[in-house]
């Protein structure tokens, strides 16, 4: 649905190169998307887990791109055709104090085998898809984060071992109270760091 964060009359996200076609702009974006995650590879932004922190790995991401990128969402977003309801922009700050205090309160996951580590990464990832922080790139964004967040912990989550559609769908559930999927998956990519 156009917002104003789109061109008038277009689903295509207003951006810095003025790309209208969707398909030219994923390309764009896709590839500097690219390039910043390389350059969060070489050089990653400090983790501190919290959404300032979450802030600037989108900007890192997608500041090329877009005027937006870093910046809180101003409109309402449902996951499309999920049903799922995204927190509403007025409370996404006071929301991101509760999803982070909670990983917080757990140690931000540390000393948990990796069945527990594995469950209560995919409960914050699916507390994070309800925050959906962000006009676009919400799931990038959180797999940059939540890798920060297992490497801490002791862990590696190989991502491209994961089937995109599965974690699309499990994600979902997570979001909707329902980690269970989104966990087992993410048991199968997880071994101990080292």
């Known amino acids: 649905m156009p917002d104003r964060y789109t061109y008038p009359n277009s689903e295509v996200l207003k951006n810095k190169f ?25 050089a990653p932004e400090e983790p501190v887990f919290r959404l300032a922190h979450l802030q600037a790995i989108h900007r890192r991401l997608f500041g090329e791109l877009y005027e937006w990128a870093g910046q809180l969402r101003e409109t309402d977003r449902t996951a499309r055709g999920s049903g799922v309801v995204h927190c509403r922009p007025e409370f996404i700050e006071a929301a991101a104090d509760g999803v982070f205090g909670a990983l917080e309160h757990e140690g931000f996951l540390a000393g948990l085998d990796v069945d ?14 309800v925050l959906d922080p962000f006009r676009d790139g919400n799931i990038r964004c959180q ?7 297992a490497r801490g912990a002791g862990w590696s989550v190989n991502w491209a071992a994961l089937d995109p559609d599965w974690v699309k769908e499990a994600r979902l559930g ?14 199968r990519a997880t071994t101990p760091l080292g």
Do not use: C, I, Y
């Open 18 to 42: 003025s790309l209208v076609e969707q398909f030219a702009l994923r390309r764009v974006e896709n590839g500097l998307v690219e390039l910043g995650l390389a350059g969060l590879a070489v």
């Open 116 to 129: 527990g580590f594995t469950e209560r990464l995919a409960h914050h990832w699916g507390a994070l898809a």
């Open 143 to 149: 797999a940059v984060l939540l890798d920060q967040l």
């Open 174 to 187: 997570a979001a909707a109270g329902s980690p269970g999927l989104l966990g087992k998956l993410l048991a």
